[in-house]
């Protein structure tokens, strides 16, 4: 079981509330929702009262007919064999996906006036509710689930390191780390790149260093999103998912990773992809960043829908779809360099939807490209990723020079630099960006 710190605070938020609603845990297949959820209990509550309902087919007939917690919960009795406890019970509900009626009853839970501690999680959740008619809307909480940033790899596989990245994390003025630290600090996130933030690769990985191994796990996640694909669409959406997330490690390789139905099929079209795209996007395995030609705020009303690139939900997963020799990866500064930068831009992308922010990236006149846009405290912050050593930066030059943002950030596997308002993050600390922010600020 992998600890995370800040999922187990909102958790425990959660169980001490006084209007407690039933919580929908999200996120994609193999994040760890089900060994997270089922380790809390133990901790937390004096019994666990768990149903899968993907693996127990039976228990779609108790939700069938009956409304009311307690008949449900009688029956639910009945197939564990075992009293379910009003009290300090936590009941799970897990792959509730499957079972529409179950996800309805969710609002009866709620209304009760005992109010049950209960989590339901499932796996394509995003796509259930986006069909979902009767959907109990504002009677339950919600909790998203991602792949563990660096920061929690860090927690759970190198001690010494963590301690090292949260002492320069925490200094009060943004100072140089000294090469004896940033070093075995930017190894790390190498390896951290290679195995990504799923939790069984992760694990594996960090306790045995085997290859093998963990491109066994990754194939087995990355098989069953394409059996997903299969079995919660039509056959038509279907191929048409597969042709899309095939392509994907080809649209990030190219120089400019604007995504092209050309580069998916010969002759596809937006229109008749699109619902593929949305089923990804509701199934939680890719990120969408959008184009903004107009960096005012809110970034979202500047969208330009048309035009947008597309991330891997965990860098770990892209990694094993390019096919490249994690090895080969590991040494020198290749892993930075491969696929054009694709492994590092994906990271950012990761990081940044994961967190505070909603990023999207801006062109000018196919002249200039800024990577990331966020918003911050009512400014818009650029954003540049580079995979080298070389930085120079023609387009944060020329976005600084027409637009004269508060701050900018570059992100790359240099040390931490400061200039009046220009900033260079070491890429590991994505994740604590509003950290350096905030501290540039002051």
């Not at 979202?300 to 891997?312: G, Q």
């Not at 491969?338 to 990236?361: A, D, M």
């Not at 900033?423 to 002051?442: A, H």
Request: glycine content about 4%; aromatic content about 12%.
């Amino acid at each position: 079981m992998l600890f995370r710190p800040n999922i187990e605070t909102n958790l425990n938020s959660w169980k001490e509330s006084q209007n407690k609603k039933p919580l929908v845990v999200m996120g994609a297949r193999q994040v760890g929702k089900t060994t997270l959820i089922q380790s809390f209990g133990k901790k937390n509550y004096q019994d666990v009262a768990y149903f899968n309902f993907e693996l127990n087919q039976e228990l779609h007939d108790f939700f069938s007919f009956n409304k009311s917690p307690d008949r449900i919960l009688e029956s639910l009795t009945l197939f564990r064999g075992r009293a379910i406890e009003r009290t300090n019970t936590l009941i799970i509900f897990d792959e509730i996906q499957e079972c529409p009626n179950a996800l309805t009853s969710l609002k009866y839970f709620q209304e009760e006036d005992i109010k049950y501690h209960l989590i339901a999680a499932g796996s394509l959740l995003g796509i259930t509710l986006g069909q979902q008619r009767s959907f109990p809307v504002g009677k339950v909480e919600f909790l998203n689930l991602n792949p563990l940033t660096f920061e929690e790899y860090l927690l759970n596989t190198n001690d010494k390191l963590y301690q090292t990245y949260l002492h320069f994390l925490n200094v009060k003025t943004i100072t140089k780390i000294p090469k004896a630290f940033f070093e075995p600090l930017l190894r790390e996130f190498k390896m951290y790149l290679v195995c990504g933030g799923m939790p069984e690769p992760a694990s594996v990985f960090s306790e045995s260093k085997d290859i093998s191994k963990l491109q066994k796990i990754q194939d087995v996640i990355l098989r069953s999103y394409q059996l997903d694909f299969s079995k919660h669409t039509t056959p038509i959406n279907a191929n048409r998912i597969q042709y899309i997330w095939n392509s994907i490690p080809s649209q990030l390789a190219k120089e400019n990773k604007k995504f092209l139905y050309k580069a998916v099929k010969e002759g596809a079209r937006a229109r008749e992809y699109e619902s593929a795209i949305t089923w990804l996007n509701q199934a939680g395995i890719i990120h969408q960043i959008y184009n903004v030609t107009n960096p005012a705020l809110p970034l979202t009303a500047y969208r330009e829908l048309s035009a947008f690139k597309m991330y891997l939900l965990d860098v770990g997963l892209l990694m094993r779809m390019s096919k490249l020799n994690p090895s080969v990866l590991i040494n020198g500064n290749n892993v930075f360099k491969e696929f054009k930068g694709s492994f590092t831009e994906n990271y950012v992308s990761q990081s940044l939807t994961n967190s505070i922010f909603t990023p999207s990236y801006w062109t000018s006149d196919r002249t200039a490209e800024i990577d990331f846009l966020i918003e911050h405290n009512n400014h818009i912050i650029p954003i540049e990723v580079k995979s080298g050593r070389a930085t120079r930066s023609r387009s944060l030059a020329e976005y600084n020079k027409k637009y004269k943002p508060q701050i900018r950030v570059r992100l790359s596997p240099l040390n931490i630099e400061t200039d009046g308002a220009f900033i260079n993050i070491p890429i590991f600390y994505c994740d604590k960006l509003e950290v350096f922010i905030n501290k540039l600020s002051m």
